[in-house]
């Protein structure tokens, strides 16, 4: 019996500003075609991302990959996920 793999696309994240006294991390997001900017405001728990398309794709598996790693992320840092899903 042959096994499929499961689809993966890389999401690359950068860091571009950090505040922790104002409770907020914002960068900008990419994976295959797709180009986002986010900012979260991790003190209300509250994640947006623009533009709209495809923002249904990475909100989730982002918002996930900055609560797993908060404390390790830094302004100008280059940071990579992987999504399972094909983009």
Known sequence: ???????????????????????????????AEFEWQFQWC???????????????LIKEPLGRFLEQRDYQLEPGGDYAFTIRAEL
């Open 42 to 56: 991790f003190r209300r728990g509250e994640l947006s991302v623009k533009p709209s398309q495809g923002r249904a």
């Open 1 to 31: 019996m042959s096994r499929k793999r499961l689809p993966e696309t890389i999401a690359y994240v950068r860091i571009t500003q950090q505040s922790w006294q104002q409770g907020f991390l914002e960068g900008e997001v990419r994976a």
